[in-house]
């Protein structure tokens, strides 16, 4: 199972940290990915973070957000800076695979807005 939790609503060039802890053995070795849904969109990936701690980014965030994990706490991160209202979403983590290992989770809700 995988409990995304650390959304909220934040203004404009604001920040947030959103963790995703993980059950089970299967976290240590896989690539863990964040995903984001927004309003009427399909989900897409964000952010990868390999099971050697090498990370890759969507253009959109960039520069912006940090993804990292903790295998001993079977727990990844998305340090989120700079945000932006298009980076309002649903945040969801898990597998960096086709298809993803885990269930889908419930998210965690991200607004961004003054």
């Known amino acids: 199972q995988l409990q995304a939790s650390g959304g909220g609503l934040v203004q404009p060039g604001g920040s947030l940290r959103l963790s995703c802890a993980a059950s089970?053995?299967?976290?240590?070795?896989?690539?863990m990915a964040w995903y984001r849904q927004a309003p009427g969109k399909q989900r897409e990936w964000v952010a990868v973070i390999t099971t050697t701690n090498l990370t890759n980014y969507v253009d959109s965030v960039k520069g912006r957000f940090t993804i990292s994990r903790d295998n001993a706490k079977n727990t990844a991160y998305l340090q989120m800076n700079s945000l932006k209202p298009e980076d309002t979403a649903v945040y969801y983590c898990n597998t960096a695979s086709s298809p993803p290992r885990y269930i889908w989770g419930q998210g965690t809700q991200v607004t961004v807005s003054s």
């Open positions: 089970g053995s299967v976290f240590s070795v896989n690539h």
